[in-house]
C-alpha cells in the first residue's frame, strides 16, 4: 500500500520561512511526478509546483521565487522550501506524487494527509 507522509508545517510570521517534506512509503514500482497542492478556506486546491523524476519543474507564479521544490529519487523524498512568506499562503499543503504500485500498472495519482501552514501577518 503506498502512503505519502507530510512534515514540516505549522505557525510562522510574514517573511519567515518553512520547510515541508513528504516521503512515499510502501511497496512500489516507481514514482514519477511529485508535487505540493494547496487549499485555503472557502478556495479550491490549487497547484504549488510539481517537480518530474527527471528534475523539471513547474511553479505558480504566485510562488515563484519564493518556494523551492527538491527530490531524491533514491528516497522518494520530496521537499518544499518557503521563503518570504505571505499571509496569503496560509492553506493546506497537500503533497502528490504519481506512483505505479507494480511493473504492470500506470502511474496513479496519491495524496498525503496534508499538512497545515499558517502565516501570521
Known amino acids: 500500500q503506498v502512503q505519502l507522509v507530510e512534515s514540516g508545517g505549522g505557525l510562522v510570521q510574514a517573511g519567515g520561512s518553512l520547510t515541508l517534506s513528504c516521503v512515499a512509503s510502501?511497496?512500489?514500482?516507481?514514482?514519477?511526478?511529485m508535487g505540493w497542492y494547496r487549499q485555503a478556506p472557502g478556495k479550491q486546491r490549487e497547484l504549488v509546483v510539481v517537480?518530474?523524476?527527471?528534475?523539471?519543474?513547474n511553479y505558480a507564479d504566485s510562488v515563484k521565487g519564493r518556494f523551492t521544490i527538491s527530490r531524491d529519487n533514491a528516497k522518494n523524498t520530496v521537499w518544499l522550501q518557503m521563503n518570504s512568506l505571505k499571509f496569503e499562503d496560509t492553506a493546506v499543503y497537500y503533497c502528490?506524487?504519481?506512483?505505479?504500485?507494480?511493473?504492470?500498472?500506470?502511474?496513479?495519482?496519491?495524496w498525503g494527509q496534508g499538512t497545515q501552514v499558517t502565516v501570521s501577518s
Open positions: 510502501g511497496r512500489f514500482f516507481s514514482v514519477n511526478h
Open positions: 517537480i518530474s523524476s527527471g528534475g523539471t519543474t
Open positions: 502528490n506524487a504519481g506512483v505505479a504500485p507494480t511493473v504492470e500498472d500506470p502511474h496513479y495519482d496519491y
